[in-house]
Structures are given as C-alpha cells and as structure tokens.
C-alpha cells in the first residue's frame, strides 16, 4: 500500500462520486445553449429498399421547423474505424429498420418529431437479408454492392456480402486428429445483446462566430467522434471541437459516431445551436449491439486430458454496416485457443452483412461468444473422460513465457493461481445436491491497444493538472489514473486536477475500450509524470547548488537531498523558481503505441486479421452456484467467484466494482437478455419486452478475488478489468447447469424454456 493519501493501492471514491450523488453531473440532456434548436431523426421502415425520393415540403411548412436533412445533402463521403462503409445518414438506400433516414431542427423537441410525421419518402423494396445463412445463399441480394471500392484500413478479405474473413492457424490440425484418444465436436450459439447503458446517445452542437463546430456528445472518445464526423461531412479535423460531458455508460455503443454528424450538419445548416437525444426505443433500434454467432468448435484429447488439437468456425452478423465488426471477429478468432496449450489448431470465421442495425464493439469484444463455445465443451470433455473440470484445466494451462495463439508471449501469468483460489475460496466440488452445483470457466482477455498520450503540469503554487483526453464511462479511470500520477509525484490525490476530453487541448487517446485506458493511458501518465519529476529535480537541483542525482521526492509535494533530513524544497518553492526565474513552467509529456507484435510469422498464418498489435493479457476463472428447478426450468445463480489476475490493482475498490458489474452484464447476456426480430424489425426495443437481471436476479454474494502477477510493462504492473470479468460467466453457468441438472444448454440465453425442454427431453430419453 502506498504512503500517499489516495495513492496506488488505495481505494479512495471515485473522484465524480459527490456530483452524481448530488445530481450535480452534467450530461448531453441537462445542456442548454441560448437559442437552441432540438433534433429528431426519422428512421426507415425497410429492412432493405433503395430511395428513391423525399418530400419534406409539409414538414418545412410547419411552423417552429428549421432545417431537415436528408441523403441528399451529405455526400458520398464514409466512416468507419475498420472499412469506411457508412454515412453520416442513409444514402441512396436503406440497410435495416430504424436506419436514420432524415432529420429535424425544430425549436422543441414536440414540433421536430411531429415534422417527422409529415416527411414523405418513396421507397423501392429490395429482398431482405436477415440471417447469416441467407447472406450467403446462392443468388443473395448484395447489401453493399460497392464493397470492393470501399477503403480498408486491414488486408481485409471481403466479397458479397462476407465484411471479412479471418483465418488463423499454428501446427498441423489436419494430421493431429489420429493422435487424439477423444474427439468432441459441436455447435453452440450465442445471441444479440443490447449494450443498454442508462443513458441514450445524444449531441450538442453549435457553430461559433468564425464558423467552427464545438460538439459535445456522449461518446467513448472524442478523437474517434471527430474523425467520424469529419470524415462524412468533409471538414477539416481543425474546423471540429469535440468535447465530452458525463457519460452515463458506454460498453462500446458509444465508441464510434453515432446521432453525432446529423446533428452538426443540422447546427451548420441552422447556424443555431442544436441538440438531439435518442429516446430508449430509437436507441435500441438505431445504434449498436452485440454479435450473434455460431460457432462450431471440434477438440481432441489424450485419454490423460492433454489437449492435442482444436478446429473453429465462427460466423457472426455484422449487420448492415462493418462498423468494429472485423476487428470483434479477428480478437474472437484469437482467444479461440482460451489460456491453454494446444499445439495444433485451425481457427476461421466469417462476418456477414445483413438487413440488421449494425453489431459492433461491447464488453469482451468476441470473447464471450467464443468463450461459451469452448469453455462449454472442456466441460463436456472432463465428463467424458471422468475427469474433475479444474484438473484438466490446470493440467492444460498456459504459463508465464508461454506464447499466445498467433505466437504473442506472455510476460504475465497469474492463471493458475486464480484457479486455484477461486477452487479454495469456493470449496470446489463438483458433484449435484438437491439440483445446486458448482461450475467453473477461465479466460484471458486484452488489455491495451493503439496510441495514447498523457501532459502532467506542475502549477504555479506546486499542484499538478493531469491530461490524456481519456473518457471516463463510469469505470472510474479518471481516478485511477490521478493516483497514478499522484503515485509518481508523491503528492496528495486531491491535489490533481483532472481535464476533461477535448480535441482543442487534450493529448491523443484512442478510446475507451478494449480495457485499455488503466494499462495502456496508464503508461503515458507515469512517462509523462516521470518527465515531470526529472524537470523538478533539475530544477532543485540548481536551487541547491548539487547534483540532480542527488535528490528525491518527498511525500507531501516535496524534494529533498537525500540522506539529509530537513534540507528539501515544496513544489510551490520549485514551480515558483521554473516560472518566474529560469527554466520556464514545468511540463511533462508522453506518448506511446503499443507495438507489440500479435502474430509471430514463423509460428502462425494468418489472413485478414486487422490487429498487428494488440496488448497484454489479464486473466480470470470463474465459479459459480446455480440452482436449476427441475419443474420449470428456472436457473438461478446463488453465489459467485471471480479470481482475476489484474497485474496491480491500482484502485481494488474499483476493480471489485468492474468485476461485480461485468458478472451482472455477464449474468444477462447467459440466461435473459434477447434482442429479437420479426421480419426485420426488432420487436422488443424496450424495458418492457427486452428483459435484464434485476437486483434480485444477481447474485447477493459475488465474490471478487484479485491476483497480482505485475505486468513488466505495465504502469506499477497493472493491466485492465474492464471486460474481463463478463467472459467466463454465460460458460460457467452452463456448465453448472449441466453439473445441476445434467442438461447441457449450447444455444444462449438458457432461458427457462430452454432448460425445461432440455430437462423434459432427458427424462424422456431416460424413459426410453
């Protein structure tokens, strides 16, 4: 534990707690600007049709209307972070129900959604594509038949409506199968799930007097806004001011463009400030989600449980823009091998466009679907060789050194020792008592990921000022990157102040997401801190008339001689020097990309993978209780263990917090939550129909079990928690489940029905 108040190691709140317990938190629908118009965004009624005209000469008319735009008054420019295959608004055609086709200014929010009502617009019907299997069928109608002309930031391989292909492989699959005592192959199919954050997406917008855009939206990274925006409208990045209020969630939903341009072209067009905020059913139905898929996974093994070969085939839909989709595919295919050694495995997939919104980026980024396939049928296997679930994982598990699938080493392991306290903390067995048993799953997931950067200012009464332009969702990073920073400075938390995300003053950072702000912004902020400390011991060094190696920092904001007590000098006497006698204010930067190589050539092929470099890994194993009623179906979850290995925890109050709210996400995604479609459109886009875990649907006693093997790189060690603890959890419940009941459940949500006719068909089968 740190000596400084609040520093690593320490849990103090998070620094926002006293203005959202007080409702002092500003959010996209508490902004006002004078003059200000408000937005509403008609949204198609096609899963698939081509436009062919508008008339919004009636919606104009009405009095208190603005501005509407429509297609035809953006142009042919695109977006996307992996193929720029999307516009700012639909353009020439419709790809899925809910698509925004025009929008709104309009002096109230009531008068911009009736316009809506009297926009015209002529449609063509063209044939629907709504499953994966349909995408590929002969004869298929193309949803994007510009594919091939669209740029591709990847060797993408793409061609009908297959967005992109994935192949990776090391050893010789095809020859290790006669090596195998046990082959198990299956499918197992996991579901679209809303990221449902508390707050919808919205923007604000407005044109300042030289004619530059200053937005403010809900988004998970403004560098990512401005290049979206940007990109679809034609502006120059220096001509758009992105800024970020409080977040309320994000899980990945927010992370690329979203209501965003519509709502500056409406602000450009107007010359008036304008605000749109999606209401919960337009979010559900407009945005983003996560991917279906079907996996089907094919392992053999010695009679002694030693895996020896694995082949996988994933098809997802992407739905009807690529959006992060061949990256969620690629990262996917690359935890297919899980944390073991499996020297010989084939791993392929396939994402599809259809006529659906578009699925991309939330909380495991293709490892959960993956995970349930895998984890589920190590399960199936230890049961088909007698052997105890955790025995034949600790036998196969991967250690520190050993590589990743693609040939990436590992420098930090703490897998096996999150097993083990997890079975200790669990008192693991594995066998049925009135329908209650245990099951248990194990992952490793990314944390890191692309560029980043940090400024540390020391100020003029020696406080510091931290900026990285990362955007805190709710995770609590602002946090936890202040205690870093306060960690290598040796000053006090509440003597950092933390900037907002701004495009105008902050340095670079990607995003939020793919656990990589703790980790990989966590590294920019101890180099930029360290550039800091460096400067303040010149400096004092010069005070002091001695050698800058001479000289520490203290706690409390100080430097002293060391070895000599009482000869030291405050921050305020330092910064006083640098300002106002010779060096000039003291500023501290740094910036880095992580650039480790994912894949080691001599080792793997691979095509069509859009990560050459992707960050380090942390790892968890998962148990849980579960309670299966032999008469309805219904599968509870009564207790939980969550052993994660998270390199250092820099805050463990907030990394309890992730881990307990990854398992609440993870718990729905595996037993309830369902987006559901009827002839394209989604018929459950709300609160009422679209079921999540309620407080008494979780778990009262989720226990969290944190591990520490530093990582080498890491700031103090640290590596991410931000998705880590939702991957195992829809695998360790089947495999409860099946422990339980003896019913092995390969399709999510395991709902209820599917439990009781799994459940009515094995009393069936053991009548027969």
């Not at 709140?13 to 959010?27: I, S």
């Not at 353009?91 to 086709?101: A, N």
């Not at 907030?654 to 307990?660: A, D, N």
Request: proline letters at 5%.
């Amino acid at each position: 534990m740190s000596n400084i108040p609040g520093g690593v190691g320490a849990s103090p709140p998070k620094l926002e707690a006293d203005e959202k317990v007080l409702g002092r938190a500003t959010y996209i629908a508490d902004m006002y600007r004078s003059n200000m118009l408000h937005g509403a965004i008609l949204s198609s009624p096609h899963a698939h049709a081509r436009i062919l005209s508008y008339d919004t000469s009636a919606a104009l008319a009405l009095t208190g209307v603005k501005a509407i735009v429509t297609g035809d008054d953006f142009d042919h420019n695109y977006m996307g972070p992996f193929i720029k295959d999307e516009a700012a608004i639909a353009k020439d055609k419709v790809r899925y129900i809910g698509e925004p086709v025009a929008a709104v200014a309009a002096i109230t929010e009531d008068i911009a959604r009736e316009a809506l009502r009297l926009i015209e617009v002529e449609y063509e019907d063209l044939p629907a594509i709504l499953s994966m299997d349909e995408a590929v069928a002969d004869g298929a109608a193309v949803i994007h038949e510009d594919l091939n002309s669209y740029v591709k930031i990847y060797d993408a391989v793409c061609h009908g409506n297959v967005m992109s292909e994935t192949k990776l492989e090391e050893g010789n699959v095809d020859t290790a199968w006669d090596q195998c005592d046990l082959i198990v192959e299956n499918i197992y199919e996991t579901q679209a799930q809303s990221h449902l954050p508390i707050e919808t997406c919205g923007a604000l917008a407005e044109v300042d007097g030289k004619g530059r855009v200053e937005l403010w939206s809900a988004n998970q990274s403004v560098f990512r806004v401005q290049a979206n925006v940007c990109e679809t409208l034609g502006l120059p990045m220096s001509k758009l001011r992105c800024l970020t209020p409080s977040v309320g969630g994000g899980f990945g939903n927010k992370m690329e463009a979203h209501v965003q341009p519509m709502v500056v072209k409406l602000a450009m067009i107007t010359d008036r400030p304008v605000k749109l905020i999606l209401n919960r059913e337009e979010d559900l139905e407009m945005i983003r989600a996560r991917h279906p898929s079907r996996i089907r996974c094919k392992t053999g093994v010695l009679n002694d449980g030693t895996f020896i070969a694995r082949e996988v085939e994933i098809l997802m839909d992407g739905g009807a823009f690529a959006d992060d989709s061949p990256g969620v595919l690629g990262h996917s295919l690359l935890c297919s091998r899980g944390p073991y050694r499996i020297p010989n495995i084939r791993s392929q997939g396939k994402v599809m466009y259809t006529n659906h919104l578009r699925f991309a980026a939330f909380r495991g980024f293709g490892n959960p679907q993956i995970n349930f396939a895998t984890e589920s049928q190590i399960d199936e296997i230890a049961a088909k060789l007698d052997i105890d679930p955790i025995d034949i994982r600790l036998k196969n598990a991967m250690d520190t050194g050993d590589p990743w699938f693609g040939g990436q080493i590992v420098e930090s392991n703490g897998l096996k020792e999150c097993i083990a306290k997890a079975r200790e903390a669990s008192d693991w067995t594995n066998s049925a008592d009135n329908n209650r048993s245990l099951g248990i799953a194990v992952c490793g997931h990314i944390s890191g990921l692309l560029g980043t950067g940090a400024i540390v200012r020391l100020l003029e009464d020696g406080t510091v000022a931290l900026n990285t332009g990362a955007t805190d969702i709710g995770q609590g990073s602002d946090t936890v990157l202040s205690q870093m920073c306060a960690e290598v400075l040796q000053v006090p938390l509440d003597t950092i102040s933390l900037a907002s995300p701004d495009t105008d003053g902050s340095p670079y950072n990607w995003g939020t997401t793919a656990s990589r702000v703790t980790y990989t912004t966590g590294r920019a902020v101890v180099g930029a801190a360290k550039d800091v400390e460096t400067q303040i011991k010149q400096s004092a060094s010069e005070m002091f008339e001695c050698s800058a190696d001479d000289l520490e920092l203290l706690p409390g904001g100080k430097v002293g001689v060391i070895g000599v007590p009482g000869k030291e000098l405050s921050f305020f006497d330092v910064s006083g020097f640098t300002h106002w006698r010779k060096g000039g204010p003291i500023v501290g930067s740094h910036s880095l990309v992580y650039d480790t190589a994912t894949v080691d050539p001599k080792r793997a092929n691979v095509t069509g993978l859009p990560f050459g470099q992707i960050g380090v890994y942390a790892f968890n194993a998962m148990i849980v209780e579960t309670e299966v009623d032999d008469r309805t179906g219904r599968i509870d979850v009564i207790r939980a263990w969550s052993a994660t290995d998270v390199g250092k925890a820099i805050n463990p109050g907030l990394v309890e917090g992730q881990l307990e709210g990854g398992f609440a996400q993870g718990l729905g995604f595996a037993l309830v939550e369902e987006m559901i479609w009827d002839s394209g459109r989604l018929a459950n886009p709300n609160l009422m129909d679209y079921k999540i875990p309620g407080s008494l649907d979780v778990p009262y006693e989720i226990n969290t079990i944190i591990v520490e093997h530093p990582e080498p790189d890491g700031p103090f060690g640290a590596k991410g928690v931000g998705e880590i603890g939702l991957v195992a959890v829809p695998a360790s419940i089947a495999n409860a489940v099946y422990s339980a009941a003896g019913i092995r459940l390969r399709k999510l949500p395991m709902t209820s029905e599917r439990a009781f006719n799994a459940l009515r068909e094995r009393a069936e089968d053991h009548a027969a």
